[in-house]
Structures are given as C-alpha cells and as structure tokens.
C-alpha cells in the first residue's frame, strides 16, 4: 500500500504571479510514502493536508504523481505538479466493488 499526502487548500503568494504558480495547489501529491508512514500530528490533522491510502499499489505506481513541468528553460508560471486530485469529485465508490481510486481522482493538467 502506499499513502500520499495530498495538499487540502491552495498555498498562495500574493507577491508574485511567478512564485504563486509554483506553490501547491488544492489536490496536488506533496509526498508518496509507503504503508505504515510516519505521519506527524500536523499532517494527521487534515488541514491543510489529507492522507489518502491506496491498498495494494505500491510506492512506485504513485511516483509520477510528483512529476513535475518540464521545459528549456521552464515555464516560471508552469504549476508545481502535471497533475492532481479533484478533491471536489463525489465518491461513486464502495467497499464491495471500488474502482481505482487514483484514476477516479486523478486529472492531468
């Protein structure tokens, strides 16, 4: 299983365009960390961050979700990650027959 700390509410920088596309974003992947993690009590607390756990995909399946833009010379107003959760999408889901939480979550900028 793997655990990704997925950020809750947009970080903003109201100083510069440039530096507020770089920060975080509502349903970007902060870290991917193997079952069990160690989670400090901040993280646990759920704002600004919420742990999502996906049983059975190990920590490599979930390591592009931290891919970041590419560029010669980046894009300084590219976003900080290619993609992210939609943390606003209904949960269509139940226990007896799930689908892919990732790929229901997951949209691709």
Known sequence: MCELLVRMVDKINPTSPELNAQCMK???VVSVCPDGWAWSAKEQAGDPWYILKFPGDPVENAQP?????EGDPPDPMAPRRLA???LNAPAVFNEASPPDPMLSYLVVK
């Not at 979700?65 to 833009?69: E, K, M, Q």
């Open 84 to 86: 992210y959760f939609n």
């Open 65 to 69: 979700y931290l891919a970041a833009p």
């Open 26 to 28: 509502r349903g970007d």
